[in-house]
């Protein structure tokens, strides 16, 4: 009879585990399609530009009641009941919920001070700039982080770049004045397009051939590589999109250093390789609306430290290129909250600038002038890879020799496009 009445209780359970789940489905969808139907702009890189996309008093009403009422009835699910695949859609609808709503405080006092002009000078300059800045941050890294924790993490970061830095220039046996004044030599840059492609081809057949030993899944996309086209982006020595890797060769000549990191970063194994994998990812309707910047150029900046794994790096000076974009990486990072949080002036962020790179001080003021116009987006590359790249680390430590790094890449990019803390959560499964 006991046997009995535990069955019949079981089965009680089973069907209150599955009427929850469906109707938790039911939610899902409903917010979906409610989330849909609000039209919200997407995170732009311009501070200037996303104010301006700030709708009517009316329609901030209409968003506030939504997410609110999401979060109320998000209270009547536990993540328990749920299976694996509704768990992630939970905390995807609980983190974006709240991530709104203090977008939408923000943007109701804006709509009651706003400016007859929006000022360009940095987003420090508008009304309740800091809190703004510190709300892009968060947003833009997919952390809850403080614009304080971030300062002292960049400065962290460009210690352990001139170390690395400093142990190349080691391995050459050159004084330091020699080392960089060595840096400008003709024999690290290409004038001949032709020549560009070659080396970059080159890095792509090393890459491929070395893919399989850091990761289970090699099928991806084809990839293209191509001289790029758009001056707007000639700053930039090359690009990832559709498919398609581009190098920017303008007016002046390229790096040789920047070929190697340059590849693996914007092609494979970084975005078109990231790409490849989420398209090959079943995700719910409710991670299809998203997309988490923080993760995506994170991991990018991540593989570029496997480059001697992946086959690449073969010489000090080819590593060396790896480091050298880093430590500009690593100064932005310090620099944006010096810039957008702190109040630093031109001169005070081009004097920390200086101090921490050489060779490079003429896109000095071009970044900052970025930085000013786009708070908290270049945070991501360095936040990212490092919160990865300490993952890696924690797990080899918990699984000694059963650490398998292809596992590992498997755990962090077969779950598509999601905030750091869900990506770590699947790591550590």
């Not at 489905?25 to 995170?43: H, I, Q, R, T, W």
């Not at 709503?101 to 508008?126: S, T």
């Not at 300062?151 to 210690?159: A, C, D, I, K, M």
Request: with cysteine; net charge neutral.
């Amino acid at each position: 009879m006991k046997t009995f009445i535990a069955t019949i209780s079981l089965c009680i359970l089973s069907l209150f585990h599955i009427n929850k789940q469906q109707n938790f489905d039911a939610f899902c969808s409903k917010f979906v399609s409610g989330y849909k139907a609000l039209n919200l702009p997407e995170l732009d890189l311009s501070y200037v530009t996303g104010l301006e996309h700030i709708g009517s008093a009316e329609a901030l009403q209409k968003q506030l009641v939504f997410f609110k009422s999401v979060r109320a009835e998000l209270g009547n699910y536990s993540p328990a009941e749920l299976n694996p695949s509704q768990k992630t859609d939970y905390a995807l609808i609980d983190y974006e919920s709240e991530l709104n709503l203090e977008r939408l405080v923000l943007e109701q006092d804006w709509l009651k001070q706003k400016p007859a002009q929006i000022p360009a000078g940095g987003i420090i300059n508008i009304p309740n700039g800091k809190a703004w800045y510190a709300y892009l941050l968060k947003r833009w890294v997919n952390a809850d982080v403080t614009p304080d924790q971030i300062y002292q993490f960049g400065l962290t970061e460009v210690s352990r770049v001139q170390k690395h830095i400093e142990a190349i220039r080691a391995q050459t046996g050159l004084s330091e004045d020699a080392f960089y004044k060595h840096l400008n030599d003709s024999s690290f840059f290409e004038k001949d397009p032709a020549k560009v492609q070659q080396a970059f081809e080159h890095t792509k057949a090393i890459v491929y051939t070395n893919l399989p030993k850091l990761f289970n899944n090699t099928n991806i996309r084809p990839l293209k590589i191509e001289k790029g086209a758009a001056k707007q982006l000639a700053q930039t020595p090359g690009y990832y999109d559709n498919d398609t890797f581009y190098y920017n060769l303008f007016d002046k000549p390229y790096n040789k250093r920047q070929v190697d990191w340059l590849f693996i970063h914007e092609a494979v194994p970084g975005h078109h390789y990231q790409s490849s994998i989420v398209g090959q990812t079943k995700t719910s309707a409710v991670q299809q609306l998203f997309f988490y910047m923080g993760f995506a150029e994170g991991w990018a900046a991540y593989i570029e430290e496997l480059g001697k794994q992946l086959g690449v790096y073969q010489t000090p000076y080819d590593e060396l290129g790896k480091w050298e974009w880093d430590m500009v990486r690593s100064v932005r990072v310090p620099l944006d909250v010096g810039l957008n949080y702190y109040g630093w002036t031109d001169a005070q962020a081009l004097a920390f600038w200086k101090k921490n790179i050489r060779n490079q001080d003429d896109i000095a003021q071009r970044e900052i002038a970025r930085i000013r116009r786009w708070p908290a987006q270049v945070v991501t590359y360095k936040y990212g890879a490092l919160q990865i790249l300490h993952w890696k680390e924690e797990l080899q430590k918990k699984q000694g020799k059963n650490f398998n790094i292809k596992d590992f890449h498997s755990r962090v990019l077969d779950h598509g496009s999601l905030p750091l803390f869900l990506v770590k959560e699947n790591v550590f499964r």
